[in-house]
């Protein structure tokens, strides 16, 4: 058994773990990083990077679907195959080189399961060497929550889902949140009749509604069904190996793979936190606004962590950086987000920042809701975009929702005119290259 001791202890190599080694390493600490499975964490090895690659295929037929008669004929089709190999190569590529980063920066490493043995020092694994350190950084993410009803263990996970050798001819997703959404759209172009069965009226709670109907009624025009308001009674495997699913309704299909898709839980069950003195629920480690859990020298950031922001990579990313400051002692200010985006990459994408359109109207703003189909960067791709805005009283922009192939891309600008507090004037002194998405930004005040 060795013992270690660091200034700065970061348990989970994933975004929000990997900022905060960086950044405390970049001021001068002492930092180790513990990791039990993929350095990089969910992000770029099953998560938003794995998918988005699946997702360019699925782009290249919504492109060319809808320009049907329109100057093109006839649909490619996907090998699957030949696309996860694709996906692969860049996921097998993303290990070494979070190792070679770490290794360049003169940030020691473990692998192995971080458990506190007490309020400073944690286990490596089996190994039985123990890390002591003055502050804590817990990053360890969340998992796909399973769910429990006969036959649940013959569902597979959203991992699972990104590392699918073969496209059966039907698959189902349980749960219309972003992952069941962006996975209907790649199993359907990939050729797979696809099911959402979710628990409640509607898809994507967190998104403009008005947006989700149109995005709902895109996907079921692609062929994919829908069942709303149901949940999973039981699941069996038919001797021809397929599963016929009993919804609570009674409702009955057959189809070939089953993923849950119905959220996920935090990765804080298996750390031994009353060893530490932390505590701790299944969906967070709560925090403080300082990301400060009730231990004050152990902080919890990213998907783990109890903060009032969405779940995603740049929010992990910006906690990273700020508890790197705080135990430096370079800030004792609360933590402050800028304005996040949240995008779902459906058939269409959905994209929105800040004041949604009911708070906007709730509050008297002006809200515009602008069909974006005729103007150029969009009617070239004939695509059904549109853009609704939140504008106060003095004409800043102060949200926005988009449905766009592009949407992702669209709200980034809406980002930047947000954070800088622009009015259409100083929107205007830029001038953005024609015709380009930018060219066209002025047109949504
Ligand atoms: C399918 C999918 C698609 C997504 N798409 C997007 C997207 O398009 N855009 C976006 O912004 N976000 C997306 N997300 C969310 C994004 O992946 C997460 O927000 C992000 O990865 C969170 O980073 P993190 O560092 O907090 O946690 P993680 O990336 O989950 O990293 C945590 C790490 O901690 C490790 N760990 C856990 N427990 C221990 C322990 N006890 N000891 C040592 N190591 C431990 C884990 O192995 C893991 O590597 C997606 C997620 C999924 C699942
Ligand atoms: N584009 C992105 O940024 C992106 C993409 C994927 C994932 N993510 C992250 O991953 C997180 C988790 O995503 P998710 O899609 O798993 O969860 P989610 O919370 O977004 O959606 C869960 C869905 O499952 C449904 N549901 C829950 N229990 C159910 C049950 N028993 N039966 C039927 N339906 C049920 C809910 O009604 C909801 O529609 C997101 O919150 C986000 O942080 C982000």
């Not at 100083?426 to 005040?445: C, I, K, V």
Request: proline letters at 4%.
């Amino acid at each position: 058994m060795t013992e270690y001791e660091f200034e700065v202890g970061v348990i989970g190599a994933g975004p929000a773990g990997l900022a905060a080694a960086y950044a405390a390493r970049a001021l001068g600490k002492n930092v180790v990083i513990l990791e039990d499975y993929l350095w990089g964490g969910t992000c770029p090895n099953y998560g938003c990077d794995p998918k988005k690659i699946l997702l360019a295929a699925v782009e290249g037929i919504h492109r060319q679907s809808a320009l049907q008669n329109l100057g093109l004929r006839g649909l490619s089709t996907i090998d699957w195959s030949a696309l996860m190999a694709h996906k692969q190569r860049y996921v097998d590529a993303v290990e070494p080189r979070k190792i070679r980063g770490l290794d360049a920066a003169d940030i020691t490493r473990f692998y192995g399961r971080a458990v506190f043995v007490n309020a400073d020092t944690v286990t490596v694994g089996d190994t039985g060497d123990r890390v002591k350190a003055l502050d804590w950084v817990i990053a360890t993410g969340q998992r796909p929550k399973t769910l429990t009803f006969p036959g649940a263990e013959l569902t597979q996970d959203s991992e699972a889902f990104l590392n699918l050798p073969m496209m059966p001819d039907d698959v189902t997703f349980i749960g219309a949140g972003y992952i069941g959404m962006e996975f209907a759209n790649i199993t359907q172009a990939a050729g797979a009749h696809t099911r959402i069965v979710t628990a409640g009226p509607t898809a994507l709670r967190a998104f403009d509604q008005t947006l989700v109907r149109q995005l709902i009624t895109d996907m079921q025009e692609t062929g994919i069904s829908w069942y709303f308001n149901a949940t999973v009674q039981q699941i069996e495997k038919m001797p021809t190996e397929r599963l016929l699913v009993t919804l609570t309704d009674g409702t009955q299909f057959e189809t070939g793979r089953v993923f849950v898709t119905a959220g996920r839980v935090a990765n804080a069950d298996q750390l031994q936190l009353e060893n530490a003195g932390v505590v701790w629920d299944t969906t967070e480690i709560p925090v403080d606004d300082h990301l400060r859990t009730s231990n004050p020298h152990i902080y919890a950031i990213g998907d783990v962590g109890g903060s009032p922001v969405p779940k995603l990579v740049p929010t992990g990313n910006h906690e990273g950086r700020y508890v790197a400051q705080a135990i430096a002692g370079l800030t004792t200010a609360p933590i402050i987000y800028p304005a996040i985006p949240v995008v779902v990459f459906g058939t269409q994408h959905i994209a929105q920042v800040g004041l949604s359109v009911e708070a906007g109207l709730a509050n008297g703003y002006r809200v515009t809701d602008i069909d974006m189909s005729q103007v150029m960067p969009f009617y070239r791709y004939n695509d059904t975009a549109r853009v609704r805005t939140v504008l106060d009283d003095a004409g800043h922009i102060v949200g926005a929702s988009v449905i766009a192939a592009e949407a992702e891309e669209v709200i980034n600008y809406f980002v930047t005119a947000i954070n800088e507090r622009r009015t259409l004037a100083e929107t205007q002194a830029n001038l953005y290259a024609y015709p380009s998405l930018g060219s066209e930004f002025a047109t949504f005040y």
